[in-house]
């Protein structure tokens, strides 16, 4: 009777890692995962996977209040086509009533959507992987480092992680940036007085906790200085967080990403991280 209880258990655990399988990759677009219009999510999902493939949560850029998930699709396709689940995730603009809180709690509301949407795709339900690049960036660091769900890791490109500084708040004002941050901490910046705690709120920088973190940044990154990533980087090592930093030399604020043999690095060493902290 033992070795039965035995057999069955093994059978068990072999029907709950039962792989998916079809014959193109399946693309779910659109899905609304909460009320607002820009609350979608496109869900990609390899030929194979089972119920320990890893996740991802994709963030696209734009400043916080432009652009859209087309601007991270390839590069969503790319890692689903590496065997990930993707959530390719849209999300609100800042204005005047809508802050980083509410955009924290669209990609809630996504992650959420993603463990419910597991049981009908039998993917992973718990335990996601979030990535980012520009304001996706900072948002996959800012709610992978505040949110009580549990994050296996974050990668991030080219991310606004200091926003309380006064010299880094006058660096992004070069290219008319403070306003998008004032939006976001939802409060006021006079330049060379010391900025309001709203500002440290919603630096990534702020809220380090051990999730291994690995960070791109291109050296000529003009729109988001280089200093904001090293500079998180040193705060991830001086709490001996697992972090890494990856400089893209001659890169702008897209990160290479739209040059090919740079582009595969990137994704290069996201699958690495992803794989490794899985």
Not at 7 to 29: S, V
Not at 37 to 48: A, G, I, M, R, Y
Not at 49 to 57: C, E, G, R
Request: aromatic share 8%; net charge neutral; glycine share 6%.
């Amino acid at each position: 009777m033992k070795n039965l209880f035995t057999l069955l258990a093994a059978l068990m655990m072999l029907c709950g890692c039962k792989a998916q399988t079809a014959p193109i990759p399946k693309d779910l677009l659109h899905l609304h995962y909460a009320t607002a219009k820009q609350n979608t999510l496109d869900l990609f999902l390899p030929k194979s996977y089972t119920d320990t493939t890893p996740v991802i949560i994709m963030l696209h850029g734009g400043a916080w209040m432009m652009g859209g998930n087309e601007y991270t699709d390839k590069t969503a396709r790319d890692l689903r086509d590496r065997g990930f689940v993707v959530a390719n995730v849209d999300y609100r603009y800042v204005n005047d009533t809508v802050h980083a809180q509410d955009l924290l709690k669209d990609i809630d509301d996504a992650v959420a959507y993603m463990q419910k949407a597991a049981k009908t795709y039998h993917f992973k339900g718990e335990g996601y992987h979030m990535a980012g690049i520009s304001a996706g960036a900072h948002l996959a660091l800012l709610y992978g480092y505040t949110t009580m769900r549990p994050i296996r890791s974050i990668s991030a490109l080219c991310a606004p992680s200091q926003l309380d500084d006064p010299a880094r708040l006058d660096e992004l004002q070069k290219n008319n940036l403070v306003k998008n941050v004032e939006l976001l901490a939802n409060a006021a910046y006079t330049p060379g007085t010391r900025p309001n705690a709203r500002f440290t709120t919603v630096s990534p920088y702020a809220h380090v906790k051990a999730i291994p973190t690995l960070l791109f940044h291109g050296d000529k990154d003009n729109l988001v200085p280089y200093t904001q990533s090293a500079f998180l980087y040193e705060c991830l090592k001086a709490k001996k967080v697992p972090s890494k930093f990856i400089t893209m030399d001659g890169k702008g604020h897209d990160c290479g990403m739209n040059q090919p043999d740079s582009e595969k690095l990137v994704l290069d060493e996201i699958t690495k991280w992803v794989q490794l902290y899985e």
